[in-house]
């Protein structure tokens, strides 16, 4: 085994390391054209879904190359100190582990869709997407648009929320608005999300197959150019105090409501 992980890294001024390093910033993983997966759990997704040629370098350290040599055997993996792991690591407590993945050319736009898609207009937390992702994975969701102004999904705060769920669903980005006027000519539902005395209660609504969920931003709420051309708006009812809930609360309960099986 030992002559398959020849590479080392001690040293955080490693130039390879400050190359990586890059990659938690939006400049450098456009630069690059690559996006850094951190946690074993994420590497594993990928290494599961990926092409091998897409996985451009795998990094661990020597525990876990030890925990996860039965997976990374057949693997070139650069080893790496535990100095350079936190030097990479976006948390305080690194797990060890990072893959440099290619970012994708992204697939050709399908003319319709099938299937319940999420679709997110303007959505900027990066925990709040994250979560409205895996969600969408967890809910039988065919895929999520990422609207114009919405954080890229290779974020590193967005990629740990998705627990990799972006290795499941269908991901594009798109600009909404003409996407959303087609879908209304091709009649295929688009429910939207409001507080607005016009918009219906969700629990009236009739779970369906084939529709499309579209969650704003988390203090404007949708475009209200999007909003006039959705089939219908939803809100969801608020018995307490609360003022509103969080978009990604209320995208799961309207998910889950929507789209039963």
């Known amino acids: 085994m ?7 890294i001690d040293s955080k001024k490693n130039p390879t390391v400050k190359a990586i390093k890059k990659l938690t910033t939006p400049a450098g993983r456009k630069k690059a054209n690559q996006y850094l997966l951190e946690s074993w759990h994420l590497v594993g997704e990928a290494l599961q879904h990926l092409p091998t040629t897409q996985i451009n370098l795998i990094l661990a350290t020597d525990q876990q190359l030890l925990q996860h040599q039965a997976a990374l055997h057949d693997k070139n993996v650069t080893v790496i100190s ?15 582990i990072f893959a440099v993945v290619n970012i994708p050319k ?5 003319q319709s869709l099938q299937g319940a898609w999420l679709l997110l207009d303007d959505v900027q937390d990066p925990g709040n997407i994250g979560t409205m992702v895996r ?3 967890a809910a039988g969701f065919t895929g999520v648009i990422f609207g114009d102004g919405t954080a890229s999904q290779y974020n590193d705060k967005v990629l740990r929320a998705m627990q990799g769920s ?7 980005r798109t600009d909404l608005l003409p996407l959303v ?3 209304h000519q091709q009649n295929f539902p688009v429910f939207g999300t409001a507080l607005d005395p016009n918009a219906q209660n969700y ?6 197959s084939d529709f499309a969920l579209v969650m704003g931003n988390e203090g404007n709420g949708m475009q209200p150019e999007l909003l006039r051309q959705t089939t219908n708006n939803l809100y969801i009812p608020i ?5 509103s809930l969080n978009v990604a609360v209320a995208a799961a309960i309207l998910m889950f409501q929507l789209h039963q099986t």
Request: proline content about 6%.
């Open 82 to 96: 535990n100095e350079v792991a936190k030097e990479l690591g976006a948390t305080s407590t690194p797990q060890g």
């Open 203 to 208: 629990c009236d609504v009739q779970p369906i």
């Open 166 to 172: 972006q290795f499941h669903l269908q991901l594009f």
């Open 239 to 243: 018995t307490g105090q609360a003022e």
């Open 135 to 137: 969600t969408a994975d």
């Open 2 to 8: 030992g002559e398959r992980f020849m590479n080392r």
């Open 181 to 183: 006027k087609r879908l």
């Open 106 to 110: 992204q697939r050709q736009f399908p």
